[in-house]
């Protein structure tokens, strides 16, 4: 095989693991380290604002301090995923699966978070703001030093999860109301 057919052989290998990693059918736990999916390549750091990564299968991905702000994750697999210190702010997560995730020190400002599974999620230090949780399930989250101010928890299922001293709710939203936790020191 010469090497222009190699070449156009792995351009087509890679093709089809992208349209395999964006149905699902294809996990970062499987290697996906560094694959490039309609142009936002999954990797730390990675700046990908704006990016279409609908229904994607990234659990287990590893995005430490990926600026994702605008990006449409709506419906996307999340669950286990690292996403400590990123940057998802206006970012569409609505009906996401974040189970388990590590948010810790994201910014989730205005991000749309609606019927989004954050159930045993890691909010510590969370900057939520005027996000719309509606209907999202928290349960067993911690939100250690996270700001909810302003935020939209309207049927959001939010029993189990902690908070402590450092937490910031909407005005008049009772948390002990809601079944959260009060806890002097995070202990997750």
Do not use: W
């Not at 159930?119 to 700001?147: P, V, W, Y």
């Amino acid at each position: 095989m010469g090497r222009i057919q190699l070449v156009k052989k792995m351009k087509h290998q890679a093709d089809l693991i992208a349209t395999l990693f964006t149905l699902g059918l294809f996990t970062c736990s499987q290697g996906a380290l560094g694959l490039d999916i309609e142009g936002c390549v999954i990797e730390p750091y990675t700046v990908c604002g704006d990016a279409q990564l609908s229904n994607a299968n990234l659990a287990q991905a590893n995005l430490t301090g990926a600026m994702l702000a605008g990006a449409d994750l709506s419906g996307t697999n999340l669950s286990t995923a690292n996403l400590s210190g990123a940057d998802l702010s206006g970012a569409d997560l609505s009906s996401a699966k974040l189970f388990s995730a590590n948010l810790s020190n994201t910014l989730l400002f205005q991000a749309n978070l609606s019927d989004t599974n954050l159930a045993n999620a890691r909010l510590d230090g969370a900057n939520l703001e005027f996000a719309n949780l509606e209907g999202a399930s928290l349960l067993n989250a911690n939100l250690a030093g996270a700001n909810l101010g302003g935020a939209n928890a309207t049927d959001a299922a939010m029993a189990g999860a902690s908070y402590d001293g450092r937490t910031i709710f909407t005005t008049g939203f009772d948390p002990s109301a809601r079944g959260l936790v009060f806890r002097e020191t995070s202990d997750r």
